[in-house]
DNA sequence: GGCCGAAATGAATGCGCATACATTTGCCGC
DNA sequence: GCGGCAAATGTATGCGCATTCATTTCGGCC
């Protein structure tokens, strides 16, 4: 057995030194094994064996030019920033009376996991790993440790955005109104909205609708309005007819905004932007004493599973999450393979999901 | 302006170069700004800015001998080992009646979005990165890319994780029955559970209960049968008048096995090993016609948002998933520190919500 | 058996950074 | 104005690996 320092972890030195050969052959038995005589391989993958080596991806990483990681950013919250003070536990349990609070857990939408997943079988089938970053501040140091970056839509300003594009390729995730130049995956949050609309009016013939929309700057939210827009000037609805107001993409702004809405005049439909928004639009209505689907139909978007356990559950737009990470890295490959190429923009199509809140007839 | 080959990334020697300094000089500015005079710190500083340089974290970890970076392991699904193929709109958006289908959305438990949201913050926190893998095989390649690594319990192989844990530090997040050598984190599932028992049979004084175990050879699962156990006995309850069955955690099993168990008797509890067996539940319940909470209560375990949102809202036990991603960077930073603690047992906190599936009086 | 070319292997170098050690600069007091 | 010392800066080396180029080994063939 090679005598190294304990405690430090197994170099190709040791291993060659092990194994009888040079450390060249060492590395040419891991990275082309062809390259190589069975029976030195054999020897060689034996000591790797025996000193439980793993290659040091820094140093593989400094030679080869490349990390072999993509960096994810996700858009941070506010209560998301600060951490989270783990609370050991004492014994005592504590109890609390949840009745009608219905507090979504952890505030955030949890969607994200889904784009994460698919984006780390995507990076680890092509051989590379996946490092996640929150997005908080403008840190751009992930660039010094990745050979790309996936940038959710607003986890990152324009400027910042251009900054590292400048060094790696970068593909934006859910961002249509991305700078044109830059690679980008989304969904088709405009034909989505619109075929929801076609639904509500073209099939269900309702034409007195209400609209809960997102945040003024997002990007989504723009996206998903102008569909709006578009399927009601296709219809022929008068525009002046529609009631529009912004919420901020969260349950409780939308059930807030929903109230007024409703306070003034109750629509006989009211698609919202977004799934939270349409569970806090249903607990408007509830608490208005109207009855879904009977006296107002109501729509969401996204597909997040809580819409699906509302009552009733929710008619919505489920998008691709899973299949929208794995487009994500598979374009930041693509942009790494051919640097030249011109700006991808791929859009995955959605799919509406008729529920009880807005049913197929009525 | 220094002169350097366009396209590769700046390095230390570029901005000396522009500088005026030697590498050191800038290595210095960069990691102990006070050991370098203010004058010349600025000269390096303006230089990073205007070449735009980024330290290679990959030559730093090489001179440190650490990566700076942690690894947080997640449980993979079978449906998540492939790739989902995106599918490129091609203008048509398929719609759906999903009318009582309810299908969960991803089919995974989203709940490790919280998790690494704790994790990744505390190790930004620390200056660090986090990597994330899901589990598939016994990829240990991760080793060689940081310093410690976060499993999920069941993501990696008791031998596996001997392997790594000899060339690093490891630690098991919710995994009480994990190896005893092995620092971890959990929540206290035995006392959740038995806090929820002694509402149901101290408080409100029911001794018909079933209970809905999840898989027997998840250690969670154990645990939580073990505080329902105890529970029972400290109350005096007939183990024998119990009647247990295993599902999988998943929703669609836990919906069949209680339409068994439903169909032999209705007990007047029905407890579940977690969230998604209950909502499983729900659906044979409402399915058998019964009303909940009047006929029969229901709670459930973990605090998923879905479960606040089903009809009713369901009684549960939330654990603290940011501060247990925290917490389990912290314990690898501990033990970064001092390799020679003791291995350290962490086990934080849970609370019961009690919501109208089983509300806090009837 | 000896020669030649190809395959296999080894020696040496560089990737970008941190740092130990060497050198220079600056400052103080006399 | 100079010695002496501390602070500032520079030089050189190694981290672990891939790879180029040099060297050795092996086969085939005459």
């Known amino acids: 057995m090679a005598k190294r320092k304990v405690g430090a972890a197994p170099t190709v030195y040791d291993v060659a030194g092990s194994a009888g050969v040079s450390i060249a052959t060492v590395s040419r038995a891991i990275r082309s094994p062809d390259s190589v005589t069975p029976a030195t391989r054999e020897r060689v993958e034996e000591a790797i064996q025996r000193l439980g080596y793993v290659p040091s991806a820094s140093a593989r990483a400094l030679a080869d030019r490349r990390t072999g990681a993509y ?90 955005i251009g900054q590292v594009a400048r060094r790696m390729p970068v593909v934006l995730i859910a961002d249509e109104q991305a ?35 997102g945040p003024k700057d997002s990007p989504d939210d723009a996206v998903r309005r102008h569909g709006f827009a578009e399927a009601l000037a296709a219809h022929g609805v008068d525009r002046r007819r529609l009631r529009m107001r912004h919420g901020d993409f969260g349950r409780a702004r939308a059930a807030a905004v929903a109230a007024e809405l409703l306070a003034e005049r109750v629509p006989r439909a009211l698609l919202c932007a977004n799934d939270q928004s349409a569970l806090g639009a249903l607990d408007a209505i509830h608490a208005a ?22 009552s009733p559950p929710i ?4 998008q691709p999450m899973r299949a929208l990470g794995g487009a994500a890295i598979r374009a930041l490959e693509a942009r790494i393979a051919d640097p030249t190429a011109p700006p991808q923009h791929l859009t995955l199509s959605v799919e509406v999901l008729l529920r009880e809140s807005c049913p197929p007839t009525l």
Request: no cysteine; proline share 5%; charged share 25%.
């Open 179 to 213: 700078a044109p130049e830059i690679d980008s995956v989304s969904v088709d949050n405009a034909r989505g909205m619109r075929a929801v609309v076609e639904h509500v009016v073209g099939v269900l013939g309702i034409r007195d609708l209400a609209y809960l929309a």
């Open 289 to 310: 004493g109207l009855r879904v689907p009977e006296d107002i139909l109501v729509t969401g978007f996204d597909g997040i599973e809580a819409g699906g356990y509302a």
């Open 71 to 160: 960096g994810l950013l996700l858009p941070g919250f506010d209560d998301i920033e600060d951490a989270v003070e783990p609370v050991p536990s004492d014994g005592a349990v504590r109890i609390t009376d949840d009745r009608g609070s219905r507090s979504p857990v952890g505030g955030a939408p949890l969607y994200f996991d889904e784009v994460l997943r698919g984006a780390e079988v995507e990076a680890w089938r092509h051989g590379s790993a996946l490092l996640v970053a929150v997005r908080r501040g403008q840190r751009q140091d992930i660039s010094g440790r990745v050979d790309g970056l996936a940038v959710f839509g607003r986890a990152m300003s324009e400027e910042a």
């Open 315 to 318: 008619t919505t737009v489920r």
